[in-house]
């Protein structure tokens, strides 16, 4: 194992060699089956990917993959044949194609969807972190890293995703994380002011816990960062479900003007829409308690003061839509994040044109401490619903980072 | 926009059952919708409904139980005079699609567009006082009722409107082609059926064409091409694949053309295997603009606009996103800026945008029809020399 000097140094070396073209991407997937996040993901360095108004072949070639599991409809053995790589059987040989080197210029880590056991809070046990790890094992043996992708949340514990951002500092390596709710098309088009005062934010969606939620929380979070003084981390974090939902809101917790405006830029309002096609103000009309049986409210108090709120109202609608108030202004900001249908889910293709980017520039084009301080909120919150829903200090969500005053989402 | 009146509306339709343009404008004038980050409720009342057919999937009679301040009324005239015996609205909207009526040997369905018109605007003459109309769609199946429907509305002098939703709908990416350009070619991709889903490409097209250099300047001929027809114009170059592969590039429900893959690129062996029966209008401008319409079912099901502008090789485009309730979503909020535009109308006595636009699409849409009923072969249209300037605000909807 080399020290740490020796990594620097040698890692030093090696990002002055001038770079080969084209990139060389390993895939580490838990599963490669039909609309898996691996094969949506995975798919577009093998076919390319609508971007600007034509199609987008990347530089770059798929050179290995590591599939954790196979189960019916897997694809990994068709792709590897068809495009020309190997499927290897561990991590490590996937990342040095077989050899006894790092032989790949970057990593894509796709472990969501196939077959992980849940923990007590629900959270499914998907082994980002365990893949991650033997990443790191194979840049520090063999003295050189590469920019990582981790998609979605960098693991269900903190203190595992802390400790895999920290390892992509120790090395000095670009890491991109996270869902592609930041990224995709927002209707209408825009972002929060670079800057801005928020008084309150809030975001509303639908899905189960801990795939959907994280989404809607990231959602929520790449809106709120680019206020006044930047991240700040967050304090407290509690959830709540059922009727304690609707009682917070009536007792002010969170903003109804907010949810109602959130709720306007919804395309998939439920109940008497599906019955009959009406337009509904279900918050005036009392049809969203009716349509949400069993609501989820996750409360985010920042450092800072800021107090956001992030509504998961299965049964009421069926997209991601954020609000916000913010000081001085009197128009509320509201969009709703838009996510394309299957089987295209071009959104995801907005996402990996991040991921290239990364790979292209050797820097990640947003910070990874969004996700970092996501996975955290997300786990804390699903401790509170597991508490007795109780408020919980979260001292060690202390997360502050600057988001990159250019808007990420797609817009070309 | 403070007005201390709020009009007084009256809808004339087909049908009103789930889903029919009908249900989705008179919902949004009753019940409101997401507008400017609230649920906007329009600031006027739409107090009387003819509904010409009403079938037992009729929406109407419940709407008109849930809102007192609306009539159904069994005439046109009626809901026009709200039952006595001179106007009694201060905007009326005419919505002439779906419902069950007889298709010409062209294929075209007759709405009664024209007709409904007739009756408002005799209500209009014989109160001697015209009021801003909105109709739905193309103005009418037939040119020179089209014609006179326009006609009529200038001698009269109220404000007309007309169209698409697809002209003020939301567009990804947010674009707008820059007023006064100059445009090589254009073309849109998208979906449907002859006399129905092609008036929408025509209109995605001519929102943006109009913006060109000089105005519209109206159109010299279109022609159809048809399944094996399409096939071989495609093969001849007779529209530029360059700009239909933008065009593509621009969907979000592009038909995988190879199983197992979600999203690749079709070549043009997978676009004869996914698409059965393809249908292109190819038109002529008076200033020579070539534009294509390309009705692809089987590839896409979106409205997706391509055109080379102001001299660049690389195409220019964007999508006309429809957020369509047929299992991506439950509302068709497209609908939403089409009746905010007008409410303005109703409010301001102006037109958004020239209706102009819509006798134009009008007579592309029969003209196209035309030309596929005479065997596919070019069809002079010197009926079309629609000469008009655009609006020079954009009218998308982008808050």
Redo the contacts between chains.
Sequence with gaps: MLTRRGFLQTATLAAAAPASRPKRIAILATVYR??SHA??MG?RFL?????G???HKPDMKVVSLYVDQKPEGD?SG?RAREFGFQVYPTIAEALRCGGGKLAVDAVLIIAEHGNYPRNEKGQTLYPRYEFFEQCIRVFEQDGRAVPVYNDKHLSYSFEKAKTMVQASRRLRFPMLAGSSLPVT?R???IDLPFGCRIEEALMVGEGGSDAMDFHALEGLQCMVERRSGGEAGVKAVQLLEGDAVWKAGDEGRYSK?LL??A????????GL?????????L??SGQLQNLAKKPAAYFIEYRDGLKATMLMLDGAI??FNF?ARLSGVP????TQF?L???????YS?CLMHKVEEMIEAGAAPYPVDRTLLVSGMLESCLTSKLQDHAPLETPHLNVAYKAPQRSQF??? | MSNPVRPKLAAIVTACF??SHA??IV??LL??????????YPPMDLVSLYVDQVGSND?SR?RASRHSGMRIYPTIAEALTSGGNKLAVDGVVVVGEHGNYPRNEKGQTKYPRYEFFEQVVKVFRDSGRAVPVFNDKHLSWNWEWARKMYDTSREMGFAFMAGSSLPVT?R???VEMPLGARIGEALCVCYGGVDSYDFHGLETVQCMVERRSGGETGVEWIQAYRGDKFWEALGQGVWPKPLM??A???????A?ARP??????PAVDDMRRLVRDPVAYRYQHADGLKCTVLLMNGLVRDFNF?AYVNGRS?????QM?L?M?DG??????FFSPLVNHCETMYLTGKAAYPVERTLLTTGLTAAGVESLFRGQTRYDTPHLAIRYQPAKESTF???
């Design positions: 039909p609309l094969q949506h798919d076919t390319g990917y609508p971007y108004g034509a199609w694809l068709d098309w209707l209408p088009p003007v109602t405006s709720l306007s830029r919804s395309d998939t309002p439920l829409t599906v019955e009959d096609g009406r337009t509904q103000d918050v005036a069926k997209d609000a128009q509320i900001q509201a838009l394309t249908p299957e089987p295209n889910v071009s293709a797609a817009q070309a | 789930k889903y249900q989705h919902d949004r019940d409101g919708y997401g507008w400017n980050g609230t649920h906007h929406l419940e939301w990804t990416p947010s592969d933008a593509l590039c621009r969907s979000h429900t592009l995988p197992g893959f979600n999203h690749v690129f391509a690389e195409p220019w485009s964007t996103y957020p309730p991506r979503t439950t509302l068709a909020s909807w982008r808050t």
